[in-house]
């Protein structure tokens, strides 16, 4: 009787897989504030700067490897290689390359990184299409909201138990998107979240390894799939989301309705965007800002006899490699973390290099610091104490980090921060040519701007 009785109270959940379904279809184009339009544009600046960076990265001349065994047809351009593969290749490629620094957006309130399934889609189809910039930039708002709405919805009992929520939501927002960007309309678009729900992607037991950023690259190829084939007519369940035994329930046991109909089509998700000033998991951030202001007090790491660091739990347990033997390793470090922060300053991508995370000055440092789990601190907050060899003792606490939305990083640090990934790969002038074309996104023609300053 109490299992009947269970699925009959499931049964009464809201049709919210139509609800998000007539939002895509049906909201006017760029029917939101300034302000999200502006966050929609810094999203896929940081995004396009974050895919072309890695885009000489071993996973990513791995995956262009897999695929290109399918013999796919040169559609759609990889950011930052001079390789044309099919779109869904693309989707794919771009998605891995988006997270594999660990450098994208996070929208915090999830811990998911919208940009990465969303963007790479989206560029991947619009090439094809040659949807306008002002098409997508829709699209990418209209897709991230969805994704994002349903992770608030199960964050955070469906991260706990071992998703990656960007991977499992990343599917609905990237089909969300595609079907923005080909104009379906309410019912096909329903199909398409229909077809993605049966597709979430990654297991936290993948982060340190090459499949984490896999997980963006297979939602965006999955996302952009199942709106193909809903375009074609391919049909799904119309309630594939909150179903009895639909996506939702059956991988949270959390399922706060009210989380996808709240000020929807009034508030967007994307305007709680953040961005990374530094290369790893999102949860070492404020540790690594402890460290840079420590070292502009003047510490060095030669005179510290120990370091007392307090963070909560979900630190260490996301991050709590004592000795990462690489860089993909020491991203899930606050060890490492802290002594980036206090031996250079910073903790961008070249300070994950495997060669600094086994120099011999790094590990003598990273052994002396101590962490301690207290959950009265925020995970958003570290606390942070150096014992110099001289009995000094120096204390800096963060409540948000630089990058948080307390404190956002600024248009030109977003600027700065993909001319650095970008200049390395593609040159300087190509690099800036990218950022010019990322902030006229939503006025631009064709998209094809945006591969064409990407790609050599």
């Not at 307090?310 to 000795?323: A, F």
């Not at 020491?330 to 060669?355: I, N, P, T």
């Not at 942070?384 to 009995?391: D, M, Q, R």
Request: charged share 20%; glycine share 8%.
């Amino acid at each position: 009787m109490a299992r009947n009785t269970k699925v009959a109270a499931i049964q009464d959940a809201p049709p919210v897989t139509r609800t998000l379904a007539k939002l895509v279809a049906t909201h006017p184009s760029r029917g939101w504030s300034d302000a999200v339009e502006k966050e929609a544009h810094r999203t896929f600046l940081n995004w396009a700067g974050c895919a072309t960076g890695a885009a000489q990265h071993e996973s990513v001349t791995a995956a262009l490897g897999a695929v290109a065994m399918l013999q796919p047809a040169p559609q759609s351009s990889v950011l930052g290689r001079s390789e044309r593969v099919d779109m869904a290749s693309a989707a794919l490629v771009n998605g891995i390359s988006s997270h594999t620094f660990d450098f994208d957006d996070t929208h915090l309130k999830t811990i998911i990184h919208p940009a990465g399934p969303v963007a790479s889609a989206l560029l991947a189809l619009a090439e094809v299409t040659g949807a306008t910039g002002r098409e997508v930039i829709d699209a990418l708002v209209l897709g991230i909201d969805v994704s994002c709405r349903v992770g608030n919805m199960m964050y955070p009992d469906h991260y706990d138990r071992g998703w990656h929520i960007t991977g499992s939501t990343g599917t609905l927002g990237a089909a969300a998107g595609c079907a923005r960007l080909l104009g379906l309309d309410e019912q096909k678009t329903t199909m398409a979240l229909g077809i993605a729900a049966s597709q979430p992607i990654g297991m936290r037991e993948q982060f340190g390894t090459m499949t984490k950023p896999f997980h963006p690259g297979g939602a965006a190829r999955a996302g952009l799939t199942s709106a193909l084939l809903a375009r074609s007519g391919f049909t799904a369940s119309p309630r594939a989301i909150e179903a009895a035994r639909g996506m939702s329930q059956t991988i949270s046991t959390k399922n706060d309705w009210n989380e996808i109909t709240d000020e929807l089509g009034s508030r967007f998700e994307i305007s709680f965007n953040t961005y990374k000033p530094f290369a790893c998991g999102i949860v070492i951030h404020p540790t690594i800002d402890a460290a840079v202001q420590l070292r502009d007090r003047g510490v060095k790491p030669a005179d510290v006899e120990r370091v007392e660091l307090r963070v909560h739990s979900l630190v260490l347990e996301l991050t709590g490699k004592k000795e990462p033997k690489d860089g993909l390793e020491g991203k899930f470090s606050v060890y490492h973390g802290f002594c980036c922060g206090l031996m250079f300053g910073r903790a961008a991508e070249h300070e994950y290099d495997d060669a600094i995370v086994n120099r011999a000055d790094m590990v003598e440092l990273r052994r002396k610091v101590v962490a301690t789990v207290d959950d009265a601190i925020a995970e958003e907050s570290a606390d942070v104490t150096v014992v110099l060899k001289s009995g000094q003792r120096e204390h800096v606490f963060v409540k948000h980090a630089i990058g948080s939305l307390e404190r956002p990083m600024t248009d030109a640090m977003l600027e700065a921060k993909a001319r650095d990934l970008a200049e390395p790969v593609i040159g300087l002038p190509r690099a800036n040519s990218l950022i010019a074309a990322c902030w006229g996104l939503g006025e631009a023609s064709d998209v094809r701007a945006i591969t064409r300053a990407a790609c050599p």
